[in-house]
């Protein structure tokens, strides 16, 4: 079997579950599975369409293929998702990053930048950093004006992080252990990001689509959602600097009662931003 002959039958089974999963991107997922494999680029594929698969590689592709069939989200799958426009190595210890989040980062930078025109350097840190992809993202646009620490309650997820650092090269970031901010000594921060849990634990979404192999761990949250968000904005003055912003990922109905959460006199009036999908998904406050 070449690989033409291999992409138009894995296009056409994953065509047929289509209608049990919508999540199935029959054309693309076929193809990407066919360049994990084979370790061609998409033009490569194109170019040698005619080469024929080895059997150890027919037989690979196809448990590959059962995988995506099951639903398994392509990125556990190959290993790699990227953000951000970098490479990311992810795993089931926790969440794939999502477009979505880059928004938080476009937000902090902004705010990170303005701080720049009177501090020489920044201290960042990035609360459940699950793959760093905040981390690491903030620091390939700030370079040596940030050191970013990265935070995570899972350990597995810290190694994969520290691993993702050790492949961009990035020493600026260094990555913890940690229960929020238990770890933390008596460092302060300038800018405090994260996107923590913040779904609600009877949130039918849970069911559908890649969320059914991430773990609940990195998605579910109590209170509706809002017990981390709670926790972070509550203990976060004690750990930013004077005028230091925290910057909060949430879900699109959540907007008002974050808002509510930074109601308290340590900060200033909190603002919320939106999503590409025009959803209010980001809400941040400075302290006062
Ligand atoms: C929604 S995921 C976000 C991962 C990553 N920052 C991103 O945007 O792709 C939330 C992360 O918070 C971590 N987490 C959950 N509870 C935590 C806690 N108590 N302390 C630190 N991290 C926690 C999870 O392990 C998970 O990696």
């Keep these: 079997m070449n690989y033409t002959q291999w992409l138009n039958s894995a296009t056409a089974e994953l065509a047929k579950n289509c209608q049990f999963d919508p999540y199935l991107n029959p ?54 998702k990227e953000f951000w426009s970098l490479p990311l190595k992810v795993a089931t210890s926790t969440l794939i990053p999502r477009p979505d989040t880059e928004r938080l980062v476009e ?26 992809a905040i981390a690491l993202a903030l620091a390939s646009e700030l370079g040596k004006k940030a050191q970013i620490i990265g935070v995570d309650k899972s350990l597995n997820a810290v190694q994969l ?16 252990q940690s229960d929020w901010f238990d770890s933390l000594q008596n460092d ?10 913040y779904i609600d634990k009877q949130d039918e979404n849970l069911t559908q689509g890649d969320v059914r192999f991430e773990p609940l761990s990195a998605l579910v949250a109590e209170q509706q959602g809002l017990s981390d968000l709670q926790k972070i ?39 919320t931003e939106k999503d590409y999908g025009n959803n209010d998904r980001v809400t941040w406050a400075i302290l006062r």
């Design 27 to 80: 054309k693309t997922d076929a193809n990407l599975l066919l360049q994990f494999v084979t370790k061609r680029s998409k033009a490569s594929i194109f170019a040698f369409a005619e080469t024929e698969l080895s059997n150890a590689e027919q037989q690979q592709l196809a448990e590959l293929l059962q995988r995506r069939l099951q639903g398994e989200p392509m990125a556990y799958i190959i290993g790699e």
């Design 233 to 271: 904005i509550k203990n976060a003055p004690l750990y930013l600097k004077s005028e230091g912003g925290l910057f909060l990922e949430h879900g699109w109905q959540q907007a008002e009662q974050v808002q509510q959460l930074f109601s308290d006199s340590l900060w200033h009036e909190p603002k």
């Design 161 to 176: 992080a520290q691993q993702n650092r050790q492949n961009l090269g990035f020493s600026q970031v260094s990555f913890l």
């Design 107 to 132: 937000v902090a930078l902004d705010f990170a930048y303005k701080r720049l025109d009177f501090c020489e350097n920044l201290q960042i840190l990035d609360l459940g950093t699950g793959t760093g």
């Design 188 to 197: 302060t921060f300038d800018i405090i990001v994260s996107n923590p849990p």
